[in-house]
């Protein structure tokens, strides 16, 4: 194991840990960076046994999200509470739906991108 020390590590968590709804339901998820970030959470959703598909992101500062050029889906979109807040909607929720959600973000200390 190598434990390296790096100043000023952003920190994201992810709540709730579960998220259960029904079909056609809405589904939200909630991704805290733990400091002020200037580049906002990338969205990623992975179904078990593929890889890791990149969505979206999202910045306080725009009105709306930029979508991976793969990944257009209006029922997918983000909102922010705070400068550090953001959230994950999943609208009109399908079977298709169900899979593990990513937020990440740049750390510019760690120069590398974080998450949970």
């Known amino acids: 194991m190598i434990l390296e020390h790096v100043s000023g590590v952003t920190v994201v968590t992810q709540t709730p840990p579960v998220v259960t709804v029904r079909k056609g339901e809405t589904a939200t998820m909630d991704c805290n960076l ?6 906002g959470p990338r969205w990623y959703r992975q179904i078990p046994g593929e890889v890791p598909l990149y969505m979206l992101r999202f910045y306080h500062g725009w009105s709306v999200p930029k979508y991976d050029t793969g990944f257009p889906s209006a029922r997918h979109t983000s909102t922010h ?10 609208s009109s929720v399908e079977e298709g739906d169900s899979a593990v959600y990513y937020c990440c973000t740049w750390d510019s200390s760690a120069k590398e991108y974080v998450s949970q």
Do not use: F, M, P
């Open 81 to 90: 509470q705070s400068t550090s807040d953001y959230r994950l909607h999943v």
């Open 34 to 39: 733990g400091s002020v970030n200037a580049s």
